[in-house]
């Protein structure tokens, strides 16, 4: 493993720390795992001054209400199984109706539509880096099966994972070709 780490930081153009944790766990445990680490090492519970937060430049919410920030990081570490509107109402100390409309003011989406948004997103995620099945990454993105999270990947994105895919494929094959 050491001369993995080190045949890294000989990468020409260099490499950060987190995409050698991503490369590290993709090789040893798996790109699933991998997308899940990188996931957790870059979502922050407090948002970092000074630097746009990952958060921002995926499209999440940029809220300043702590609540609501709060209950972001539990969705984004709770993809799956997603936990329910009202245990995470719950756990941050309000009510499910308070939580709706906050979320529904600062976002325009209810908590629940938020919270499939933000698994779909990680969903794309999963399909544009990995060769997971698209059974697996709908598992891994909390859906009860593939067919439920095609719906709604073609509903939010216009397409369907399974031709997305095969688009990115013939666009970099067509890329390595030139």
Same mark, same amino acid.
């Given at each position: ?8 930081? +000989?990468?020409?153009?260099? #490499?950060?720390?987190? $995409? @050698? ?66 245990? #995470?109402?719950? &756990? ?13 003011? $600062? ?12 698994? @779909? ?16 990454? +709908? ?10 999270? #095609? ?14 895919? &095969? ?12």
């Amino acid at each position: 493993m050491c001369h993995e780490v080190a045949a890294w930081y +000989a990468w020409p153009s260099g #490499i950060s720390v987190i $995409e @050698l944790a991503a490369e590290l766990t993709r090789r040893h445990c798996g790109p699933g795992t991998s997308a899940k680490v990188v996931h957790q090492m870059t979502v922050a519970s407090r948002r970092a001054g000074g630097h746009m937060s990952r958060r921002q430049a995926l499209g999440y919410i940029s809220a300043e209400k702590d609540r609501l920030r709060q209950v972001v990081v539990l969705m984004e570490k709770n993809l799956s199984p997603p936990l329910e509107i009202a245990v #995470i109402a719950r &756990l941050v100390g309000s009510s499910t109706r308070q939580l709706e409309r906050a979320f529904v003011a $600062e976002t325009g989406l209810s908590p629940s539509g938020f919270y499939r948004s933000l698994r @779909l997103k990680y969903g794309r995620w999963l399909l544009t880096t990995s060769d997971t099945p698209v059974s697996e990454i +709908a598992l891994e993105c909390g859906f009860s099966d593939a067919s439920h999270f #095609i719906r709604h990947f073609q509903a939010q994105f216009g397409v369907p994972p399974g031709r997305l895919r &095969l688009v990115l494929a013939k666009g970099s094959k067509a890329a390595a070709e030139a």
